[in-house]
């Protein structure tokens, strides 16, 4: 059974530092994109970062480049978005995601893990 548990979620102040985490299991995790979505109140899902299977790339929103890191460790089937300055702006749902390899495979989403940012 495929499961993407995210954590790390709460509250922090403007300025302040979260790291989310994601653990995959079900799948084979060496196999695919990772990334991270996040959905404010009344707005759409949008993409905030991906990284390739193997972790050589990455790219990001424009809104949080320079503020957020996504990383993964294969060897423990996890991913990570380590996320710094945070504004009230990021308040949001964060999901993680497994990208399929090809379109013979599905994408798998987490549960998502709430981020609020609040002074």
């Known amino acids: 059974q495929v499961q993407l548990v995210e954590s790390g979620g709460g509250l922090v102040q403007p300025g302040g530092s979260l790291r989310l985490s994601c653990a995959a299991s079900?799948?084979?995790?060496?196999?695919?994109?990772m990334s991270w979505y996040r959905q404010a109140p009344g707005k759409e899902r949008s993409l905030v970062a991906i990284?390739?299977?193997?972790?050589?790339?990455?790219n990001y929103a424009d809104s949080v480049k320079g503020r957020f890191t996504i990383s993964r460790d294969n060897a423990k089937n996890t991913v990570y978005l380590q996320m710094n300055s945070l504004k009230p702006e990021d308040t949001a749902v964060y999901y993680c995601?497994?990208?399929?390899?090809?379109?013979?495979?599905?994408?798998?989403w987490g549960q998502g893990t709430q981020v609020t940012v609040s002074s």
């Open positions: 079900g799948f084979t995790f060496g196999n695919y994109a």
């Open positions: 990284i390739s299977s193997v972790g050589g790339n990455t």
């Open positions: 995601k497994a990208v399929a390899p090809t379109p013979k495979y599905y994408d798998y």
